[in-house]
């Protein structure tokens, strides 16, 4: 049977999906997956052995430069794409406007969740047919049970499998060092997920006391520059160099463990089954929680503002840098509780 699954972004998004791939080829084997994805994930959906064929969208960039030529000639370049195939079923697992969009334009049976479990209102006008899937669980457990309905079996009730198990990850443009490493994820997409760089360097203390190396990856040149202060006066802390997903992959894998904030990275390093503790603050772990065998979340504590949702703390009527409820999770105990588990 041949799927079109629609999920375009985020990085944490896509490996939550991962695992509802996986029950579907477990239920049936010959099963195969076309999956539209943004152009910044696309490393991703190619981890999974379901994964046959990539689609890349751009809509961030498109969106920048709607009415440039060269956009108009990529778009229709993408919708020949994404109608080359009639597929036997569409499921939309990104729910929102422009997944809907994606999805319409497709060809095949559409399926998605209904107008109360959609992440945008009225997305669910794209679907065929739609299925009340509970939002306030995980994501892993909601792309799961989507993924049962449409294909008539049983929600599996065993631990995620995020089908990584056999992929291949090669790191290209760095070596791992010889030594024993951790991987701190110190970025973030919101800047009230970070952590103040006092912390992050106390951490790093650590490590060096432990005979441990630490690699800071980074993203954009603003997380550069955060994992070059982190780093300052660090003898043990390397700022990788700007490296593909894929790359990083697999120096998490031959990594430690790893210790993150709520982003991407720390839903990969999960993923792959690595000790990975997790950072939250103004989001709920309950939901969105990085998940796998090793996995382990410390959240912020005795703050009613928890959790906000918001992109920048204004705690108390004021701007911080760093959240207020984050910035008061010591590196103390970060540290110990990694050790822990």
Same mark, same amino acid.
């Given at each position: =049977?041949?799927? /079109?699954l629609?999920?375009?972004? !985020?990085?944490?998004?896509?490996?939550?999906?991962?695992?509802?791939?996986?029950?579907?080829?477990?239920?049936?084997?010959?099963?195969q997956?076309?999956? *539209?994805?943004?152009?910044?994930?696309?490393?991703?959906? %190619?981890?999974? @052995?379901?994964?046959?064929? *990539?689609? &890349?969208?751009a809509?961030?960039?498109?969106?920048?430069? /709607?009415?440039?030529?060269?956009?108009?000639?990529?778009?229709?370049?993408?919708q020949?794409?994404?109608?080359?195939?009639? $597929?036997?079923?569409?499921?939309?697992?990104?729910?929102?406007t422009?997944?809907?969009?994606? &999805?319409?334009l497709?060809r095949?049976? +559409?399926?998605g @969740?209904?107008?109360?479990?959609?992440?945008?209102?009225?997305?669910?006008?794209? $679907?065929?047919?739609?299925?009340?899937i509970?939002?306030?669980q995980?994501?892993?457990?909601?792309?799961r049970?989507?993924?049962a309905?449409?294909?008539q $079996?049983t #929600?599996?009730?065993?631990?995620?499998?995020?089908?990584?198990?056999? #992929?291949?990850?090669?790191?290209?443009g760095?070596?791992a060092?010889?030594?024993?490493y951790?991987?701190?994820?110190?970025?973030a997409?919101w800047? !009230?997920?970070y952590?103040? *760089?006092?912390?992050?360097?106390?951490?790093?203390n650590?490590?060096e006391? +432990? %005979? /441990?190396?630490?690699?800071l990856?980074?993203g954009?040149?603003?997380?550069?520059?955060?994992?070059?202060?982190?780093?300052?006066?660090?003898?043990n802390a &390397?700022?990788?160099p700007r490296?593909?997903?894929?790359?990083?992959?697999?120096?998490?894998? %031959?990594? +430690?463990g790893a210790i993150?904030?709520?982003?991407g990275?720390?839903?990969?390093?999960?993923?792959?089954g690595?000790r990975? /503790? #997790? =950072?939250?603050?103004?989001?709920d772990p309950?939901?969105? %929680?990085? #998940?796998?065998?090793?996995?382990?979340?410390?959240?912020?504590?005795?703050?009613?503002? =928890?959790?906000? $949702?918001?992109?920048?703390c204004?705690y108390?009527?004021?701007?911080?840098?760093?959240s207020?409820?984050?910035r008061?999770?010591?590196?103390?105990s970060?540290?110990?509780q990694?050790?822990?588990f």
């Amino acid at each position: =049977m041949h799927l /079109l699954l629609i999920k375009l972004s !985020s990085m944490g998004d896509l490996i939550q999906a991962l695992p509802a791939l996986s029950d579907a080829r477990q239920q049936q084997p010959d099963i195969q997956f076309d999956w *539209v994805v943004d152009e910044a994930f696309a490393e991703i959906p %190619g981890w999974h @052995p379901a994964v046959h064929k *990539v689609i &890349t969208s751009a809509h961030r960039r498109w969106r920048k430069h /709607l009415f440039n030529a060269d956009t108009f000639a990529e778009l229709r370049s993408f919708q020949q794409s994404l109608r080359d195939s009639s $597929y036997a079923k569409v499921i939309d697992a990104q729910t929102n406007t422009k997944s809907a969009i994606v &999805t319409a334009l497709s060809r095949g049976e +559409k399926h998605g @969740p209904d107008k109360k479990s959609v992440r945008e209102y009225p997305a669910h006008w794209a $679907y065929h047919h739609t299925y009340a899937i509970d939002r306030q669980q995980l994501a892993i457990d909601r792309w799961r049970q989507l993924f049962a309905h449409v294909l008539q $079996y049983t #929600t599996p009730d065993s631990a995620p499998d995020f089908g990584l198990h056999n #992929t291949n990850f090669e790191s290209q443009g760095y070596k791992a060092p010889n030594a024993d490493y951790l991987v701190y994820v110190h970025n973030a997409s919101w800047a !009230s997920k970070y952590w103040p *760089v006092r912390h992050w360097q106390s951490l790093l203390n650590r490590a060096e006391q +432990k %005979g /441990l190396e630490v690699l800071l990856p980074w993203g954009s040149l603003e997380e550069r520059e955060s994992a070059v202060a982190i780093a300052a006066h660090h003898k043990n802390a &390397t700022v990788l160099p700007r490296l593909s997903l894929t790359s990083i992959a697999a120096l998490l894998r %031959g990594s +430690k463990g790893a210790i993150c904030m709520d982003t991407g990275l720390a839903h990969l390093a999960a993923a792959l089954g690595i000790r990975t /503790l #997790t =950072m939250y603050g103004p989001t709920d772990p309950e939901l969105i %929680g990085a #998940t796998g065998p090793n996995s382990f979340h410390i959240s912020a504590q005795n703050y009613s503002c =928890m959790p906000c $949702y918001k992109r920048e703390c204004y705690y108390n009527g004021s701007h911080h840098e760093n959240s207020v409820c984050l910035r008061g999770i010591e590196a103390y105990s970060v540290w110990d509780q990694f050790l822990s588990f």
